[in-house]
């Protein structure tokens, strides 16, 4: 026996993969988190299949509809916003559902992360620049582990996501200028990602606590903080390596002058 968890993307329902919609298609049940998965795409689901709303249930009640359903013989799939492997909760499920021996299969979506940067018109990594992205959070209510405070993590100076961290800028920009940031790092805020009501905010770390207050952003947004995120990037000179003439590689012999 096995369920689908597929990834919707960030909200734009033509940002599911081929695979993922056909999954949704094919599903006789549907369970999706309602606050964070278009309808539009819900929609795509067959009008017979039965389509339920999760944000509502705890973790039991949805693996036991879920075990109870694919027992009866029914294409089960869960929706999950962006790519179901960052900040997802699918663990918990899945451990639930292997231990009623109900296999799962995961297909992949585009995160919100990049989404966000694809709505900032970005790259998260730019050679002699930075070559690594962190995906984290904020410490909230939820705790993060001790290796892994925004003040240590910062201290990479590399491009960092912010997922589930709206309410928490102050204590961001307190952790990044305490990691040596300078007030004048460029961070990019996406609110709702590809959706009808998307906004863009342009800010830096030094103001970005009031400008996430002046628009009203409290929540489904991504914070990109670092140089990266510089809106003059193009003017200055940092080229990859994969396109530069003088380099070969595996795929293309070297171009002689
Ligand atoms: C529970 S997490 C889920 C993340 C999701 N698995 C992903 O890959 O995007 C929810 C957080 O993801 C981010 N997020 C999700 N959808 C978003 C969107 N459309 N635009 C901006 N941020 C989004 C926000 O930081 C939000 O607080």
Avoid at 81 to 92: F, H, K, L, S, W
Avoid at 110 to 135: C, K, M, N, R, W
């Amino acid at each position: 026996m096995e369920i689908t968890i597929i990834g919707a993307g960030p909200g734009d329902p033509d940002l599911i993969t081929v695979k993922g919609l056909k999954k949704l298609e094919e599903a006789d049940v549907v369970l999706y988190a309602d606050s964070l998965v278009s309808e539009e795409l819900i929609e795509r689901a067959k009008p017979e299949a039965e389509v339920m709303k999760t944000a509502g249930m705890h973790l039991e009640e949805m693996v036991e509809v879920m075990v109870e359903r694919v027992q009866q013989g029914k294409k089960v799939v869960r929706v999950h916003t962006g790519d179901p492997a960052v900040y997802g909760a699918i663990m918990e499920q899945i451990s639930l559902l292997n231990k009623q021996e109900v296999h799962v299969e995961i297909i992949p979506g585009v995160s919100s992360v990049f989404a966000s940067a694809a709505a900032l018109g970005a790259e998260l990594t730019i050679p002699d620049l930075t070559q690594t992205v962190i995906l984290t959070r904020a410490e909230g209510r939820t705790p993060v582990p001790e290796t892994e405070k925004l003040r240590d993590l910062a201290k990479h100076n590399c491009t960092v996501a912010l997922f589930l961290s709206a309410t928490l800028t102050k204590k961001i920009v307190r952790e990044f200028l305490a990691a040596g940031w300078s007030k004048d790092t460029p961070v990019g805020v996406v609110y709702k990602a590809t959706w009808p009501d998307q906004k863009i905010v342009r800010s830096t770390l030094e103001n970005l606590d009031d400008d996430m207050r002046v628009n009203g952003i409290r929540k489904q947004a991504m914070i990109l903080a670092g140089w990266a995120l510089d809106q003059d990037i193009h003017s200055k000179e940092f080229k990859s390596k994969l396109y530069d003439k003088e380099f070969t590689h595996g795929f293309r012999k070297g171009v002689k002058q």
